[in-house]
């Protein structure tokens, strides 16, 4: 039977407090970066799409690529200022989002808007036409709809969350998993912001996605831990951590492999549409396996030694462990051989 990484001893909590600094690092980056986009895009620190903001989007296809300025000015004429518009993969492809007017009838609009945009480029660019590709049109109530039950539906996949953690687990093994579930969701959204990605329906599944992903591979990991820690052996805490770790490489290794190969597929081939998605989900590929291992192996330790349990005959293994962890970390005193 093939078999990679086995019987592995890498000490991943050593480097426990580098990961910790460049993770804060890169979550205070990506609030800036929101803060940033808030004041540049009037208070719209997400880039929503018209799903959840309302209004319109179309594609805008050119036979050559177009200058930008002719583009936004045309949109700015008919009668859209402050619309997004931005390329669509291929420079000459443009993607427009406008917001819908008073009175205007939603089912029509996008197509009438394109159609208008488009006899503006006409005159502006009559060597190259443009011609109306994807569009859609949302109301501003069914946007607004669509962003409350899209809250709602991760505030539920959350507390359906804390509610299996803590039949699961005790719960320090629980509260550790929660932490490292919130800190995916702040690193996910540091990673919107950097991008700029487009926030539609399919990037808030790709988030629910993402929270699921991350929690098993934690709860595989606390799983271990537990088991070795029944099995009342003479280690750290730390050392028990470490050895769950290895000995859950292998499965670890082979299903984000895996899970990140599809995910690239998807990002290479799939089109401009899915790429959001997909760039979530291998970006929740990384992020769920360092929180995994890096937050929620951490927090525990820190969980543990800042409330000991009880020595039972139930958690004789962990007390003994915990206590194994502190006379390794006690100094030495001087002149002892």
Request: charge should be positive; hydrophobic fraction near 50%; avoid cysteine.
């Amino acid at each position: 039977m093939f078999r990679i990484l086995h019987d592995t001893k890498y000490d991943f909590i050593k480097y426990w407090k580098t990961a910790a600094t460049g993770t804060i690092a890169f979550i205070i980056l990506g609030m800036i970066l929101l803060g940033v986009h808030a004041a540049r895009h009037n208070g719209h620190a997400l880039n929503y799409s018209v799903e959840f903001t309302g209004g319109s989007t179309m594609q805008l296809q050119f036979a050559k690529a177009p200058p930008a300025d002719a583009v936004r000015n045309a949109v700015d004429q008919a009668g859209y200022a402050g619309a997004e518009v931005t390329t669509f993969g291929d420079p000459k492809d443009f993607l427009v989002k406008v917001q819908a007017k008073e009175g205007a009838a939603t089912a029509v609009n996008a197509d009438s808007v394109g159609a208008e945009i488009a006899r503006i480029l006409a005159v502006r660019l009559p060597d190259n036409p443009a011609k109306i590709g994807r569009t859609e049109s949302v109301g501003a109530s069914v946007g607004n709809e669509l962003t409350t039950k899209a809250i709602t539906a991760i505030l539920i996949s959350f507390i359906v969350t804390l509610i299996y953690l803590a039949i699961r687990f005790e719960w320090r093994f629980g509260l550790a998993a929660t932490i490292a579930t919130m800190h995916d969701i702040l690193t996910t959204m540091a990673f919107l912001a950097m991008m700029r990605l487009e926030i539609s329906l399919t990037v808030v599944a790709a988030l629910l996605t993402v929270i699921g992903y991350s929690l098993n591979d934690t709860i595989i990991i606390f799983d271990r831990v537990r088991e070795n820690l029944k099995k009342q052996r003479k280690e750290s805490l730390r050392d028990v951590l470490n050895r769950s770790i290895n000995e859950t490489l292998p499965r670890s290794v082979l299903t984000h492999v895996t899970v990140f190969a599809a995910t690239m597929a998807l990002l290479i081939f799939a089109g401009e549409v899915i790429r959001p998605f997909s760039w979530i989900m291998a970006f929740g590929v990384f992020t769920g396996t360092f929180s995994s291992i890096y937050v929620a192996g951490a927090i525990l330790l820190w969980i543990e030694r800042k409330w000991p349990r009880t020595t039972t005959p139930e958690n004789k293994g962990a007390a003994r462990a915990l206590s194994e962890g502190r006379k390794r970390e006690r100094p030495t005193p001087v002149g002892t051989p």
